[in-house]
């Protein structure tokens, strides 16, 4: 099976500028959730979908926000860019079992850096 | 809420050495505990995981964690390091709300250095 994908990999932005950023789940695989990485926070959660819907939401401003389509690809948007958005944004995708014990894969990231 | 530390920011290895990662958490309730490694240049992987049973779990590449209820704790071991483990090492832990909701939270991470 083919793994998460994320488009595109790097992208370079002003501030004040929205980006929009692409994730396609593994085959299967319902639920997508979204991750902030950076040296000095660490991995911070964003949010999370399934069927459509959000489930759970990160700290994080209401300029960050997602959705996640009939096909369960999702994606992530930004607006008003911030220096402080530069990171690397991680999608991660599991099967999703009724008990919410499975596992989440994560791909490769698209390194977001604002000027 | 939940948090996660590492106990070690940065440790250097020479290969053959014996590797222990320490990783707490602070929840109460019913957890599923992951160790994730990110080589250098690629993207998470899961190393191994714990949802119930036996508190000894094995996953890839010889690494091994036990979970440690009365510590909160979910330790990473591996006898003998090589210098193909260098890497930076993610405890994660997701609550476990049986309704099916994934939210990892994690350490800060530990960076792996094993030298040759």
């Known amino acids: 099976k083919a793994g998460v994908t994320q488009t595109p990999r790097y992208l370079i932005k002003t501030r004040g500028q929205q980006v929009t950023l692409s994730c396609s789940p593994i085959?299967?695989?319902?639920?997508v959730s979204w991750y902030q990485q950076t040296p000095g926070q660490g991995l911070q959660f964003l949010f999370e979908?399934?069927?459509?819907?959000?489930?759970n939401k990160g700290n994080f401003p209401g300029r960050f926000s997602g959705r996640q389509f009939s096909n369960s690809r999702s994606e992530m948007n930004v607006s008003t860019l911030e220096l402080g958005d530069s990171a690397l944004y991680l999608c991660?995708?599991?099967?999703?079992?009724?008990?919410?014990?499975?596992?989440?894969?994560f791909g490769p990231g698209t390194r977001l850096t604002v000027l | 809420a939940q948090s996660v530390s590492q106990h070690n920011h940065h440790v250097i290895l020479s290969e053959a050495a014996s590797l222990e990662l320490g990783c707490n958490y602070s929840?109460?309730?019913?957890?599923?505990l992951f160790w994730y490694v990110q080589y250098p240049g690629q993207h998470l992987q899961l190393l191994l995981k714990?949802?119930?049973?036996?508190?000894l779990v094995k996953g890839i590449k010889g690494f091994e964690a036990e979970f440690i209820k009365s510590k909160f704790s979910f330790n990473l071991r591996k006898p003998s390091v090589q210098w193909s483990d260098t890497a930076e090492y993610f405890c994660?832990?997701?609550?476990?709300?049986?309704?099916?909701?994934?939210?990892?939270?994690f350490g800060k991470g530990t960076k792996l250095s094993v030298i040759p």
């Open positions: 991660a995708s599991s099967p999703v079992d009724s008990l919410g014990t499975d596992t989440q894969y």
């Open positions: 085959s299967g695989h319902r639920s």
């Open positions: 979908y399934f069927s459509e819907t959000q489930r």
């Open positions: 929840y109460g309730g019913t957890v599923n």
């Open positions: 714990y949802f119930s049973g036996d508190p």
């Open positions: 994660a832990v997701n609550r476990n709300s049986g309704a099916g909701s994934y939210q990892l939270t």
